[in-house]
């Protein structure tokens, strides 16, 4: 949600500023979230880590948050009609909702998972985890940055650029444990 928030843009900066600068960095966000999540997807299987697994998910479901955050700007933009008297703002909403949803069930997943690898415990490659570990490290910490550096026109770029260091230093907390 603090994506969403991210890049909505204000009627007087839609007109100002070149919005295609920073579309082009959520496309370049989204390519290298989905390019990540592929990574640990596959790292986690072969190192057998769900923490990578969680990560690649989590990776997952901010593309798909990009993605819907994205389109939910576009679509909020749309002059109002006589039937949608207050244009199409609530777009915005519903993506957030769906995001929200998304967000509850990888958590139900994991916590099955990891549930079951309490009761029976596997063993981790951990020189594996910790090489893809670093390179997600790497790559969101580049996503982050480009998302930070072209948008500056907007409303609120503290909140994902934020949200985005936290989740890089859960990372390194993660890694200190492999």
Known sequence: MLILKEIQL???QSHDHNPGVFAG????????NLLITLVEVAGGIF???LSLLSDALHNLSDTIAIILAYIANLISHKASTDKRTFGFKRVEILAALFNSVVLLAVSFFLFVEAYHRFMKPQEVKAGIMLIVAVTGLAANLV????????SRNLISR????????????KKLGRLGTA
């Open 143 to 150: 996503s982050a940055l480009v998302i930070r550096r072209s």
């Open 47 to 49: 190192a057998n880590s």
């Open 25 to 32: 960095s959520l496309v370049f966000a989204a390519a290298l």
């Open 10 to 12: 204000t009627h007087h």
């Open 158 to 169: 503290s909140g994902s650029t934020d949200a985005g260091v936290y989740q890089n230093l």
